[in-house]
Structure formats: C-alpha cells, structure tokens
C-alpha cells in the first residue's frame, strides 16, 4: 500500500512538472515573441523530467535558489578593479547545509577537468562563509548536460524501459567538491589576469592540436568548446582546424552558412517565428 502511494505521488508530481513546463513555455513564447523548434523543446522538457527523477531529493530541500555572491573591490596585476559574482543554489536542513553550482557539461568532462572548476566553487564558498558569515558543511557541482549514453536510452525508452532505468541509475550528476581555502589568492590572480586579457583585448585562441584533442565522452575540443562559441568563424584557430581536417561530418565554410538545418526543422522554426 505504501509502495503504490508512493508510485502516485511520483506520477502526480511529474504530471505537474509537465503542466507547469508547458505553461512556462508558452509564457516565455508570449514575452520573447518566439519559441522553440519540436526537438528542442522535446530536449528541455526530458531534461527536466529526468534530473527531478534522479535529484529529488535536492529538489525537494533547495531553500534558497539563485543565490547571487559577490567578492568586490579586487584588483588586476596591473591594478584594473574588477569584482567577482556567481550564482548558487543552498540546501538547508537542520542538520546541514550544502552549496551547489550548476554547469552546462556532462559528468566525465567535469571530473576530467574538475580542478578548475574546484577553484570557483571555493571562490563562491570563501564568500558565504567569510564575507556572509554562513555555515556550510559541503559544497557540490550538478552537471545538467546528459551522458550520451542515457540520451540513447531515453530515445529507446518505448522498446527498452529498463534499459532507461539502469543508466538513470548508473548516472552520477552530482559531484562532490572538497573545500580548500589554500587557493583562494592564487584563483583571484587568475581571475584578475583574465580581466587584463579581456580589456587589452588579448584573445589568443588554443592550437589548433588543441582543437583536435579528444575529449571524455565529448568528440574532439573543437565539436565541444569551439561549435559553442559564437566568435568561432573569427578565430584563427578554428578556421585552420576545418581547413587541415578531413572526416565526412565536417562541413566546408560555404555549407556552414548556407546550411539551415534539416527542412523538417526548417519549417518548425518559421512557424514558431511567425506564430
């Protein structure tokens, strides 16, 4: 009997998170005056559903969302003033409280790399305890970008539910990160040298042996860094790497910009433009 209470309790909150996904879709649409194509409103909405079947227990004890920390008043090395701000999510029990910080990566990227993002997180930890004079007993990042493999599964789900299930169950979103104040300087001079690099307009791009590096998981640096960044037709490197690389699913320059997708996908976003 409690098992099938359970079940449905289950069953009615997901049925809400669905309602409420619409409506705030439709809100968004209303403000912003476009939508989203079929396939990636489909993507938004499998993300939500199954990182409230893996974190519920985080999404049912999140008490403060969004939290805006500020360390202001720093200085470049050549003696620029810049501030640091992130965005966290705090947990709080009676017994506990625990700091998160979401990233848009998946779980093998981050912990191959987690170094890095370690020092942040102990910048952001530095200012709740320190500045803020708050308690935290653990902080933690959620990777909300699925493995690939749990993608596959998801779109088998129909034919293979248990199969959904298992790599729902094998997939670790949340990771631990241990607090250690004995970085915080050096992450600050980091954070003030890029500040010098971005107002002397220093940009210099990664090699492009970089850019054909593999990634955890990923494809290469240049299929999962450079295809997100908007200045990538601008950079040097990037322009060498599609120049000297040869695989099938690498367009050339003129279909990269004549390419508009597929046409089914084509017509989804003129009609969510001029509805």
Request: with cysteine; hydrophobic share 35%; net charge negative.
């Amino acid at each position: 009997m409690d098992n099938r209470k359970k079940r449905v309790s289950s069953e009615e909150v997901e049925s809400f998170i669905l309602t409420a996904f619409e409506e705030n879709f439709a809100r968004l649409r209303y403000e912003n005056g476009h939508g989203l194509t079929a396939e990636v409103k489909e993507a938004a909405r499998r993300q939500v559903l199954l990182y409230w079947r893996k974190l519920r227990e985080i999404a049912e004890t999140v008490t403060d969302t969004e939290v805006r920390l500020n360390l202001p008043g720093q200085k470049t090395p050549k003696r620029r003033k810049f501030n640091i701000e992130g965005i966290v999510d705090i947990v709080r029990t009676q017994e506990r409280t625990v700091m998160y910080d979401l990233k848009t990566l998946d779980p093998d990227y981050l912990k191959k790399y987690l170094p890095e993002y370690e020092r942040q997180l102990n910048i952001y930890a530095h200012i709740w305890m320190n500045l803020r004079g708050q308690s935290l007993d653990e902080t933690a990042i959620i990777a909300t970008r699925f493995p690939r493999s749990l993608d596959e599964a998801y779109e088998r789900r129909e034919e293979h539910p248990a199969a959904l299930e298992a790599e729902i169950e094998r997939w670790q979103p949340v990771i631990p990160v241990p607090f250690d104040a004995q970085h915080i300087e050096e992450t600050i001079r980091d954070f003030g040298k890029v500040v010098d690099s971005i107002e002397d307009g220093d940009f210099s791009p990664p090699p492009v042996k970089r850019l054909k590096q593999k990634e955890v998981g990923s494809g290469v640096f240049a299929t999962y860094v450079c295809r997100n960044c908007d200045a990538r037709f601008s950079c040097e490197s990037y322009r060498e790497y599609i120049r000297t690389t040869v695989r099938p699913d690498l367009p050339r320059y003129r279909e990269m910009f004549d390419d508009m997708g597929p046409e089914e996908d084509l017509q989804d976003r003129l009609d969510e433009a001029l509805g």
